[in-house]
């Protein structure tokens, strides 16, 4: 060998020493990460299966049967092509009653499946309006394969929360409710239920996202989670990893009729305010303000000079309504009320239904950039709340001033046209005329609605309203404050394309 050579050999040896020492000292730690990764698996996974072994107990099958019933087919004229073929099986007993009265047909007898869960050891179980409303017959199976049949229901539609009672010597495993409003996007939970009639399934994955509106229910602020909920799972708990219920699996958002990945649940702090006032009252009972309210947006915080989603604005307020009474006004917005802060329509709304009835409570908005604060009195919600819209009468005043880049045309409001309304006082400037393609009615303005305010500024005659808009711009948006004899409520004109 050269000696070139030997020094080659020798670097390639270092090298090969290097190396080999590196691999003895990674390797170890390789597996170290691995055991340790592992470890951490294993400490998830016997989480997940001490919650649902304290859970299962607690779970229950709910099955439902409706009776077929008579449903009468309307005024319609039934002729040979609304009952064909009535030759071939009018003598036939099985279809005689159908040709003998046509008019009244039978509907089909139906099951339905769902779950639910135990919520007090007496028999009390908690499940989805949904999953029992209507139904004659109510059959409950128990975890340790008994089965009961209902002997009271007690339902809530607006929010899809329903109680079920069973009768038992013996006392039952329940659940506890846990705080939905503290769960997190990206919070662990659990699903339990019976999907497509496999009984006791458990599935596992995170809190998505929160305060989601999917029109399924009157009274919505759903928990959206990645745990499977496929049909049957409806009435059974969505729980946390403390073994706590947060939620009620209740709908799927599906192209394919089953798990797309997106599930709803009505979240424990509305679903056990509701369960304990149908317990204890068989009904729910919840206040209300007699206003109509949206989140603040970027347009209506610009208008309104307050933060975006922060707070909500109130759009109308209902004549004679707890609102009304308390002076709030549309443009107004609400921050807090008994001390709880709302940043958005369902956190109010969930405020004020579960404040006592009769009680008066303290109001914070912010009107004309200023805080203040209203005492209000809570009413009882009527059985029908829905403001109601109405074509007040148009009127044909001697003089009238017209508003082309509104669409407007306005008269001052005289005593005794505001008696003519129906009106308690002449304050504004009425409405005479809209043209249909203008900003006016696109945002809303019909004719007889009285102009009260155009953003902060009070106008009683066709000159202050002109006035008052002359400054103003279309683009930037200008803000009515508006009454008729359905109550008090704001728009914001606005062109969409200059």
Known sequence: MTLRTWKQYGAGLACGVALTAALAIWGPQQNAVAVSSVSDALEVSTVFRDVASRTMPSIVSIETTTRPRQMEMGNAPLNDEALPFREFFRNDPRFREMFENPRRMMTPRRRGEGSGFIIDPSGIIMTNNHVVQGADEIRVRLHDGREFVATEVKTDPRTDVAIVRIDTK????ALKLGDSRKMQVGDWVLAFGTPFGLEMTVTQGIISGTSRHRGLAEREDFLQTDAAINPGNSGGPLVNLYGEVIGINTAIASASGG?????????????????????KNGE??????????????????????????????????????????????????IL?????????????????????IGKSYDLNVVRNGKNET?????????????????????TSPETKSQFDNLGL?????????????GLTNSRGVIVTEVSEDGVAAAAGVSNGDI???????SVNTVEEFEAAVKSLSLKEGIVLHLRNQDGKRYVILKQQNE
Request: no cysteine.
């Open 170 to 173: 013996d006392p039952l495993p």
């Open 259 to 279: 798990y797309d990945g997106i599930g709803f649940a009505v979240p424990t702090h509305i679903a056990q305010w509701v369960g304990d006032q149908l317990i």
């Open 284 to 333: 729910v009972k919840r206040g209300y303000l007699g206003t109509g309210i949206a989140a603040v947006d970027a347009t209506t915080a610009a208008q309104f000079n307050v933060p975006v989603r922060e707070g909500v604005i109130v759009k109308s307020v209902m004549p004679d309504s707890p609102a009304d009474k308390a002076g709030l006004e549309p443009g107004d917005v």
């Open 336 to 356: 807090s009320l008994n001390g709880e802060k709302v940043a958005n329509p369902p956190a109010l709304q969930g405020v004020v239904e579960q404040l006592q």
């Open 374 to 394: 209203l005492k209000v009195q809570i009413d009882a919600m009527p059985a029908k709340f829905m403001a109601q819209s109405d074509d007040s009468q148009s």
């Open 409 to 421: 045309q306005l008269d001052s409001l005289t005593p005794g046209l505001a008696k003519q309304l």
């Open 451 to 457: 102009i009260e305010r155009v953003g902060t500024t």
